[in-house]
Every structure is written in structure tokens, then in C-alpha cells.
């Protein structure tokens, strides 16, 4: 008899455990309820070739994706210059607002053309800011400059200012502006990311920029946003097949914490492993409730040098952490 209750008070408990873990599951899923319906198919951009998706959230309600341009037939990387600009309101349905700069429009820029590499775009007081990397003589690696253009408009009429004085000459810059209207400005490559803060205009460093303290294996691509008061830098690695670590392919896509804009920041892994491309980058940001990151992949051409743009959801766990973004192919 003894033997018979404690069978039954066994499966009871196990039925409670079970009932409890489901409802927790179900809870999970209550607050991963979807706003958006659906996501055009990847990659979202078909028309063209794409990379280097920056994604950004502008008050008229439109998602906005800034993207360099990869020229078909095949040039390489070193080719690529012109900018695009692609927006929604519902992640299924994208409008090509067309080219909005090229390089024979940076007076300061090589004679040669090309090299306009991953943009970025923000906003302030009225005027859009589109950031964008270009070299200034036919070496490269040592004349980066981070050049702007303004506009009043988010997608058209940018008219290039300048560049702003102070920064090595790296690429890939990114500029962040806090709740409180202070703007950082980020850039990096060759294993080295570097942030700083940006005068009210935009166009000018206030004080030195610093190495970002506490990244693993950092490439390029910087990029950070901001949830539950927590910063979130995430960027491209190193990644190489021959590592033998599981993970087919080249570059993952990682991330990092702090409490502050500009470090120190704590290592938290990996969010995304590789495409298909030799090459990753991207972009994290909330659209209507959700998460969702941006990144490039070669399904369309199958040649790395002709890369298209995709968008997937994202999702943060309860402690914070950022789950492993699936990609959909």
C-alpha cells in the first residue's frame, strides 16, 4: 500500500513539474508574441546587391536600411561606391529610395573612386547625418576618413560636409546617441575598435577616442544598441573554417556589455554564426516591439563578391543575453 502511494505521489509531482514547465514555456511564448506578422522572404533586397545593412528607426513610423552597394558584374570590395537607402512599415513590403551618394561626390576622396565601404546614418535636431568610411589618396589603408553628409531628408538630397579630424584612419563608423542626447562615435578594423564622444554638430570629436576594452576577437563592424539600460556592442570576429569549433564558414557575429557607451565591456559570445559569405556585418534594432538583426549573405549570386541583405528576428533572454539568431534561407 505504501509502495502504491508513493508511485502515485511520484507521478503527481511529476505531472505538477511538467504542468509548471509547459506554462512557463507557455509564458515564454506569450512574451514572444509577434507584432509583425511576417518578414519578406531573405534576402529582402533582390533587385541588386547589397551589404552592410545599417537599420535605423525614424519618427515618421519607416524602418530605414542605409546599404553600400556591390556592382554587378563582379569588381571586388575595393570597387563599391555608392550608397543605397531601403525602407518599410511592415517588413514584408521594401521601397528602393535609390542612390543617395557616390564616391565622385567626396571632394576629399580618391581620384580612383570606390572604396565606399559599411555607412551609417543618425539623427539630430532636425538634420539627418549619413557616416560613411572613403580613403583620400590611392593607398588606402593609411588615408581612411570617416566622412558626413547632411540632408533634411532621410533617404535623398545628402550633400557631403566634410569628415571629422582626429580619427585613425579606420573604417566602419557607427554613431550612437544616448537617452540623455549625447552622441558617440565609433569605428575600427584590423582587430582595433575605437569610440568616442561627438560635439553637438556632429562633425567634430570632444576629447580622444579610446580602445574599446574587453571584445574577443573583434574584425569590424561595430555597433550598439541599448536594452533595459544595458549597452550592447556587437560586431564581426575572425572566424575561419579551419578552426574545427563546429561552425562551418568565416566570420560570426558577436557581442559585449557595459554600463557605459564607451566601456569597459564584458564578453557574452556569439549571437549569430556565419553565413555564407567570407564577409558579416550588421545591425541590431527594435522596430514596433521587436527585435530584429540585419546582416548579408551571398544565396542570390553564390559569388562573395556580389552580397545581399537579409533581416531576421532577434531575441533577448530574461538574464539579458542575446539567443542565437536563426537564419532563414
Known sequence: ????????????????????????????????????????????????????????????????????????????????????VFSTDDMVHWKDHGEILNSSQVPWGRKEGGFMWAPDCTYKDGTYYFYFPHPSDTYTNNSWKIGVATSKEPAANFTVQGYIKGMDPMIDPFVFIDDDGQPYIYNGGGGICKGGKLKDNMMELDGEMKTMEGLDDFHEGTWIHKYKGKYYLSYADNHDPNRNDGMDGYNCMRYAISDHPLGPWKYMGIYMEPSDCFTNQGSIVEYKGEWFAFYHTISLSKNPALRSICVDRLYHNEDGTIRMVKQRK
Open 1 to 84: 500500500m505504501k509502495k502504491i502511494c508513493f508511485y502515485a505521489l511520484c507521478t503527481l509531482l511529476s505531472v505538477g513539474c511538467k504542468v509548471s514547465h509547459q506554462s512557463s514555456e507557455n509564458k515564454n511564448r506569450k512574451k514572444e508574441k509577434t507584432t509583425i506578422d511576417s518578414l519578406a522572404p531573405n534576402p529582402f533586397i533582390r533587385h541588386m546587391y547589397t551589404a552592410d545593412p545599417s537599420a535605423r528607426v525614424w519618427d515618421d513610423g519607416r524602418l530605414y536600411v542605409y546599404a553600400s552597394h556591390d556592382i554587378d558584374p563582379p569588381q571586388g570590395c575595393d570597387l563599391m561606391d555608392r550608397y543605397h
